[in-house]
């Protein structure tokens, strides 16, 4: 098996210069080559990979040859088109940012031509990762709460942030704010159940970021919060509870399931860069807290993550750990963790979810998982 991997960045603004600075943390992996248009984000690259070659199109960096893998980091609007371009003209390995696709026309295309290609292909999903969340996950599937049966997760956060040209303020070209951010949640919704989604309800607003913006003349139209129930055909429920306007919290995700046993929450800090250690001092610690039904008296623990880790990204180590999982998949033959058929999934609840605040109707999805 081969030991070290080359690997080619498609795109590379914010979300590509964290994997950079993870890959760089891998040894035997190194990025080698960049196709990115915009010039500023060209200098923060050269900043953390000085030797990197940049090109100006997909089709030269296939042809330089220089790749081993590939991953996308392009606007949510582009990733549907590069990877059916992939998987028809290369045979790599290849890591595609979240969502895999943003529109539900793109799901079966991806679908069928992601099952004939030969090598990894693996959907970033970071909060898989969290070690807190893995911990809590680890919990779970031990049987500390008994069997799930109510979920609950909750992130309260900071705006979306500015992305060059402005692209994820409008669902158009994000796939709405549920596909965007939340397909993660829907993730780690079927991880945590081990089920598959039924039914969709979700109540969304706009209430109070962008509404002062315009872009070309339009107003974003992208909303910044939302509750989302989902049914899962195992009996099992849950629910998304989403803010983007509450950036003060201390944690900015916190997710409870519930069991026959007893009650288990993770509680995870944002962005440390965002903390005001000056006023309030050292950024909060991750925590797992089971609390049992019988005897009574909750049990908490600190989940730390590495300050190397921390440094290296906004999502508490997970990109570290998740390319690990991707290298080793290349150079050792593991199994992939997020598949395409998960990644679309993940998608399709969102999409659900979305088409259900227009309507003001549950969603129902089809048997398949793909489509409703």
């Known amino acids: 098996m081969q030991k070290s991997v080359r ?5 590379c603004g914010m979300m590509g210069q964290e994997h950079l600075r993870n890959i760089a943390l891998i040894e035997g992996a190194e990025v080698v080559a960049i196709t990115e248009p915009d010039e500023q984000m060209r200098q923060r690259c050269t900043a953390l990979v000085p030797n990197v070659r940049f090109f100006d199109s997909l089709e030269a960096m296939l042809a330089s040859n220089l790749v081993d893998a590939l991953v996308i980091t392009t606007p949510n609007y582009q990733h549907a088109d590069q990877l059916l371009q992939l998987f028809e003209q290369t045979k790599l390995p290849i890591l595609v940012e979240k969502p895999v696709v943003s529109d539900l026309s793109q799901v079966a295309k991806v679908r069928q031509a992601a099952a004939n290609h030969p090598a990894p292909v693996w959907v970033a999903m970071e909060y898989r990762y969290m070690p807190p969340v893995a911990q809590f996950r680890k919990q779970i599937l031990s049987g500390d709460i008994g069997p799930l049966k109510m979920l609950n997760i909750r992130e309260h956060r900071f705006p979306f942030l500015e992305k060059v040209q402005d692209w994820n303020r409008f669902n158009e070209k994000s796939g709405g704010t549920l596909v965007e951010k939340c397909c993660h949640f829907f993730d780690l919704m079927r991880l945590l159940t081990q089920s598959e989604v039924t039914r969709v309800y979700a109540s969304t607003g706009q209430d109070n970021n962008h509404l002062d913006e315009t872009y070309d003349g339009k107003t974003p139209d992208i909303i ?5 129930i989902v049914d899962f055909n195992s009996g099992q429920r849950a629910c998304l509870d989403l803010n983007m306007f509450a950036e ?3 944690y900015q995700e916190e997710i409870c399931a519930i069991g026959p046993q007893a009650k288990i929450e993770c509680f995870v800090p944002g962005p440390g860069r965002f903390w005001p250690e000056k006023t309030l001092g050292p950024a ?7 609390s049992p039904r019988h005897p009574k008296g909750p049990i908490e623990a600190d989940i ?18 998740q390319h690990l999982g991707f290298f080793n998949a290349i150079t050792q033959g593991s199994p992939v963790d997020v598949s395409v058929e998960d990644g679309l999934k993940a998608v399709v609840i969102g999409l659900a979810a979305q088409h259900s605040a227009q309507t003001g109707q549950a969603v129902t999805l089809r048997d398949d ?4």
């Open 304 to 321: 730390p993550v590495d300050e190397t880790l921390l440094e290296a990204g906004d999502h508490n180590g997970s990109t570290y750990y």
């Open 284 to 290: 909060p610690i991750p925590k797992v807290v089971l």
């Open 224 to 228: 910044d919060n939302a509750y989302v």
């Open 7 to 11: 690997y080619g960045l498609l795109g």
């Open 369 to 372: 998982g793909f489509s409703f």
């Open 248 to 250: 003060g919290s201390r």
